[in-house]
């Protein structure tokens, strides 16, 4: 069954995705969801919880930020989301709080090296917003 926030699309060797929303802060927040699914696709409990903020120069910049921060959380502070509220996107900047759950209690089947600029669109269309992203995995 195909998820209607986001779908995997094919690539040759790296994961590729389309996320989409109403609104730009709903289609970034399931671009994060569909990255976290590629690497586990059950329920992740909300046990941790921070506080996001990101800046871009345009609105792939911003995408790009956004879902490396979440990389760099898995890496630091072995983090794995789980939800994002009060997204807010101005000017170029984002603000959310995430919560989510230590990455040592899921069986992880894809390891993510890193977002990429490759194929990346954030395009307005008459549903709302779609969002392309390539993953190096």
């Known amino acids: 069954m195909e998820n209607p926030k986001f779908k995997f699309l094919e690539h040759t060797a790296d994961i590729k995705f389309q996320a989409f929303g ?66 807010k996107i101005k000017d170029d900047e984002l603000m959310a709080e995430v919560s989510g759950d230590n990455v040592e209690n899921y069986e992880v089947h894809l390891d993510v090296k890193a977002v990429t600029y490759n194929e990346m669109f954030v395009k307005k269309n008459t549903d709302g917003w779609v969002v392309q992203v390539v993953l190096d995995v």
């Open 22 to 87: 109403k609104t730009m802060e709903e289609v970034f927040e399931n671009s994060a969801l569909a990255m976290f699914n590629s690497m586990f696709d059950g329920k992740v409990k909300e046990k941790k919880k921070f506080k996001i903020k990101v800046k871009g120069k345009n609105s792939e910049s911003l995408l790009y930020n956004f879902l490396e921060e979440f990389l760099f959380l898995l890496d630091s502070k072995n983090f794995f989301l789980s939800k994002i509220k009060n997204i």
